[in-house]
């Protein structure tokens, strides 16, 4: 069935001269005698491939060559009303070429009959665009002899032609070059594929502009035979990211009456471009051309809901929902197939199998329900002749339509778990028309809310924090969107999860401050203190806390030092009475230009010069001695502050004094402390305490302290100190959107 279409589609395309007969025999009619009936035929490509002016001729010439001389020139081969030229040779031998569209040419060629040889003539040469000048050039050839009355000529184009196709969704092409092309070619087809010598070659470029290319094909260029190659191709594209790639490939050969497509797959680091091959003459859409390319047999396929083939049957498209299905795959007697490319959640097998002079490979297709936020996603069928790809067949994995920017990233079993510590905003869901979401908290902390915006269809999520959370101690909070129609039907459940961690704070004008300096890891909650261990009882500060608590319980307080770069903290460590701590580098990075949140848990982060600021009148604020003083801040708000000093042993060893400082802000307490900084090796200055300070380079707060027989005072500066001294880190809680209770 498929060859009686095919045999049919070829008759509707004998479109050179409008012929409509189907058979030599009609061409004979009532010609004259020594008259013969000649049928010039182009058989032209697949609907819409070849377009009036590819296939159109307004005037041909025929010449006769005997023994390598021309004996005879046909000039003006009009059809007749039956599309039939006629030829009155003088003698029924020899061969008459068919030129059509190149009068021009032969024009200047100045062809003379007697004088010219067949070597001469098949040397004619001619540019692209002489070739292309009005209507395509064409050549043919007729052996005569004495028996003849009718003849079929099949005419084949002088130059080649060169597409882009870039029909995939999420690439565009900015631009593309095809280097080292001879610009001028033969105008004859010759024995073997070959570029005329002693001529220079040019670059064909294309560049898009303002405006690149995409969702669809574009003809290029017409370029003459090129026998010596390969032909480097170049392409720059844009990837829906808005990322650039470098596309390149190459063509090994470029004939005459063949288009050649260099076809876009695929987007982000998986674009390729691929060169596709289609004879003018025979067509892409014949029967043999499919089996050659590598196509699938749609009848044999076993296809599962919402999967769709292309009408050419190189493109497989795949819903985002579970699929399962069975494709049968034609190709050319010995091929092999190979299965280029990887998608998460979906599984390619094949078997080959051989059926008649096919060979069929059965190719079996699972795929998993895509995820809101994917992107689309290709697996490529390659048929293979030997180490030559001669056709492809595109598995397209359609993305989930819901889109997704923001943290949220759904494993395969539709999950999000942070698997941390999260807040603010997580993500933005944009539905596709007809659909609605509604959220759902498990537990009945209301960590996370939905904001909806439904005449966008957008649906913000938005992780929220509680201050001195009891039950912030690592446990699972969960919560499901859960997606369906507006009428409630076709659900689909997401899972969004985190541990919920959070530190001891006091609110100080605005800011959250932690209570206490961080300690181990900086990034590991289990490290720190958290609410449920905070030893300071309601009703009494962590100020007085400390005068009173053991040795032991004011080293787990003051927490370890740190040095920019090294998550994990400096324990203090001593050789006889020589204290230091272990881990000290002589290098380290910088606090005051690195991300403030590097160096803190997630949801807090290291301060800056404004956090401080607010507990001194100014960059050298002397504190002294006081046991309740009072002062009004650079931003004129009144504090009362209090100074007590204590002495720390450590395993029997006396550290030496130990400052504390308590600042008190509306009734609120902030209490600061540290076991002072390390500045060279084993070489401590124990009551100077430089804080982590972001912004600044350079600068950072410290205390300097002086215990008070010394009488030198206690002063809260911001100053310079190198990069490479230690730290003591005091987080600020990092602003969050949504407090909930």
Known sequence: ??????????????????????????????????????????????????????SRVNEVQGFRFEEGLLEEIFDRLNPDADGICHLQPLQMRGTVYFLANAADIIRKASLQAGKTTLDEFLNLQATAEELTASD?????????????????????????????????????????????????????????????????????????????????????????????????????????????????????VIKRNTIYTLKVYGNGADARVEVMTD?????????????????????????????????????????????????????????????????????????????????????????????????QEYIYLDVYKGDVCTGRVVLVFRPNPIKLTGKLRFSGDAVCDFNGYVDGELGVLTLPKGKKLTAEIVGTAPWMKVEADEAAGSYRIIAGWKPNDPEADGRIQEAHLLVTDTDGGHPETYTIKRQNWGLPVVNVNGTWWCKYNLRGNVKNFADQILVKDDPVAEGTTVFDYLKTCTDEELLKAMGDQYQAGNLDGLKLAHEADTFYYKGYQGTSGNFGTMDPTEMAPNGYQIPNYDNYRFF?????????????????????????????????????????????????????????????????????????VLFATYGNANNTWLIEGYPKSNGSGNWFKYANHNAQKTRTIRCVKTPVEYIYE
């Not at 076993?302 to 999967?307: A, D, M, Y």
């Not at 096919?358 to 795929?367: C, E, G, I, P, T």
């Not at 708000?637 to 395993?651: G, K, M, Y």
Request: net charge negative.
């Open 279 to 375: 004879d003018w003459e025979n067509g892409a859409s014949s029967e043999s051309g499919q089996v050659l390319k590598g196509l699938i047999d749609q009848a044999a396929s076993e296809l599962s809901e919402g999967v769709e083939i292309n009408e050419r049957g190189d493109s497989v498209f795949v819903p985002y929902l579970e699929s399962n299905f069975h494709l049968a795959l034609m190709a050319e007697e010995g091929t092999r197939l190979v299965i280029d490319g990887k998608v998460e959640g979906v599984n390619v097998t094949s078997q080959v199998t051989t059926r008649s002079l096919q060979q069929v490979a059965q190719v079996d297709v699972s795929s998993i329900r895509k995820m809101p936020g994917s992107v």
């Open 136 to 252: 395509i050039v064409m050549t043919g050839r007729v052996e005569l002899n004495r028996e003849m009355t009718t003849a079929t000529v099949t005419m084949k184009r002088s130059v080649s032609r060169i597409d882009l196709d870039s029909s995939f969704e999420g690439v565009k092409v900015n631009s593309l070059k095809i280097k080292s092309i001879i610009p001028s070619g033969f105008v004859n087809e010759q024995v073997e594929v070959h570029s005329p010598t002693g001529t220079g070659t040019v670059d064909l470029a294309k560049d898009f502009g303002e405006t690149p290319f995409g969702n669809g094909k574009e003809t290029l260029f017409y370029v003459c035979e090129q026998g010596s190659g390969p032909y480097n191709v170049e392409l720059m594209i844009t990837t829906a990211d808005g990322a650039w790639h470098r596309l390149k490939t190459s063509l090994p």
């Open 616 to 688: 001194t009148w100014n960059n050298n604020s002397n504190l002294g001695y006081d046991t309740w003083g009072v002062f009004n801040n650079n931003l004129g708000q009144r504090l009362n502050f209090s100074v007590a000093e204590r002495t720390l042993t450590v395993d029997g060893v006396e550290y030496g004094t130990v400052g504390l400082y308590d600042f008190v802000y509306n009734g609120t307490h902030w209490a600061i402390f540290g076991l002072g900084h390390q500045w060279g090796d084993k070489s401590i200055s124990k009551m100077m």
């Open 1 to 54: 069935m498929n060859k009686i279409k095919n045999i049919g589609w070829i008759c509707s395309l004998l479109v050179l001269f409008f012929c409509s007969c189907s058979s030599d025999d009609n061409i004979q009619g009532t010609l004259p005698a020594g008259t013969v009936g000649v049928r010039l035929m182009a058989v032209g490509m697949a609907e819409g491939e070849t377009s009036d002016a590819e």
